[in-house]
């Protein structure tokens, strides 16, 4: 069983563009984005997981993408620090909910850090990205705070701004992404650490296949994800895709509405 958390896309809409999906010109449908947050939300639950909630707020659009607000490892939050200031009041709102539910070490980042968006835990290290939004003094940090190993990826391609959209950590030593989305060192850093990983192809990461929730059995992804969906299959994961269309506006997908709590 795994334990998140997420936040109802009560407020959702693209008032503002800080990625290269945003279009504030293009209407959004906010009923709509509800209805598939709730499939997902629905869905975990099937899957025998449990899923917390924080209370969306009006202004901050953007707090659905849950993964940005922190990194939970072993009962300790540390909690965001936005790039952007659109998004920084969300911090407030995690700082607040974390502080209420019983964690050991709560506290904000000191440098910019957007949560999960680029911190995933992978069995007993850190995979950390850096280049858009994270800053990379912010992987010292938090490897002093949690005490893991975090191995620092940097980003290249704008529209993989955050390391969640461009690689998933599918069990403790499995993980899929797209190399093309990091630079020459970091490739050759992940083919070192994962010599089986699955690959994306560019299709596949532009379909946001790679922003992905893995149970260690289920993986759920876009369901455009086509080539990804028949690879997780031959590899004895059980893929089910989803439809987050909307939530695709604002540049996010499974993984941005999802944080995984680990006490
Ligand atoms: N509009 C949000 C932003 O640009 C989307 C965040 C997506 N979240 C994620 N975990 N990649 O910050």
Redesign the pocket.
Known sequence: MRHYLMVRPAYFDVEYS??PW?DPGKPTDTELAIAQWEWLRDLYIELGHRVELLDPEPGLP?MV?A??GATVVNGRALVARFH?RF?RQESAAYLNWFTGHDYREVRQARWHNEG??DFLVAGSRILAGSGFRTDSRAHQETAEFFGVPVVGLTLTDPRY??L??ALTVLDEDTIMYFPEAFTEESRRRLEQLYPDAVIASAADAAAFGL?AVSDGRHVVLPQAATGLITRLRERGFEPIGADLSELLK???SV??CTLELRS
Do not use: L, V
């Open positions: 800080i990625n945003m953007d993408y993964a940005n952007h998004r999960e968006g701004y955050h969640d959209t922003n604002g540049g996010g993984k941005c």
